[in-house]
């Protein structure tokens, strides 16, 4: 991971806690942009800017935004538009590191974020070392990689992920025509977080194995990950056609729902026109084709099951959203 330390240089406490924990990053690009203290426009636009380009916020406050702290902004400037940018820095963030629990009930009280660590400061304590700071911390920045890993994954690694869902559904290595690419340890590590939170992960293991593909173990029950506050564990209730898309269209949408989707279309007893009386009668079946439409392109659905044709339009582009996005914090 590539770490890059935004701080006001002239704060000496905040100075020495960043060399505790800083590494050269070599002209390399980050993937974490960590915020140091508050209230340095500055450096809230560096950080804004460097998130538009793909970069990850963790946000020390330093104390920053303690309730005495805010008060004493109120007398003394116009805190209206301060605190404005201040919480969309904060917002921004995927974890807010604190150094103590009063800290931390400060930063709950705000509301602005509610992923919230408490790490203390070995410049100001000894309850805590220096190295052992380092690896709390350390711990938080492998924790937010492994977040929304969809979001990083690498275009081979989404076409290999569709290839393996596809021989998981069919049990057949011959439904895969195209060649699987190869991926690294760090490629095989998201697609696997992701395959595991969107509850696919043993059919993606069964891909494997029917392709014959070697890959990194990697026990994901056990990796920690910031998730939306809404996550729960995707479950598709309905075996038929139509019950699955009337769960795909009351929400949420995953790729659970795609993959019990696809199995269910190739099921033997699968009839075209009862499906499309059903879908019309139920004022569902634009959207039934859209839902085809993102089917193909995540688990590979043959046209030879597709009952209807695909429709690939602006809120099929809304759907593929839903999809992707939904793991977003």
Partial sequence: MNILHLYDESNP??????????????????????????WQYHIVRQAIAAHRQGARIVFTPHGGLEPWIINERRLSEKLAKTLLWQRRMVDYSYVVIVHGNMEAEAMRDLGWNPRIEV?????????????AMLQHTQEVYRKVMDSNTLELMAPETRLLMKLLLKAGITGDKRWVTEQPPVVDEQEWRRMLIYANHEHV????????????????????????????????????????????????????????????LDRALRRDDVDDER???AFEENRQLKYFRRLLQVLTEVTGLDEGFLPSIPVNDRQTQAIRNQLTKHLRI
Avoid: Q, W
């Avoid at 790490?119 to 190295?131: D, G, K, L, Q, Y």
């Avoid at 992960?201 to 998730?227: A, M, Q, W």
């Avoid at 996550?231 to 019990?260: D, S």
């Fill in 13 to 38: 406490l905040i100075a020495k806690h960043v060399k505790m924990l800083s590494s050269d990053l070599n002209g390399a690009v980050p993937d974490i942009v960590h915020v140091h203290g508050c």
């Fill in 119 to 131: 790490i203390r400061n070995a410049v100001v304590t000894n309850s805590i070392t220096p190295e």
């Fill in 275 to 277: 499906l499309k009386d």
């Fill in 201 to 260: 992960r043993t059919i993606v293991d069964t891909g494997t194995r029917i392709l014959g593909i070697h890959h990194p173990y990697i026990e994901t029950e056990n990796i920690k990950s910031y998730l939306p506050t809404n996550y729960a564990l995707p479950k598709v209730e309905a075996r038929n056609v139509v019950g699955i898309v009337g769960e795909m269209h009351r929400g949420p949408l995953t790729l659970r729902h795609f993959v019990e």
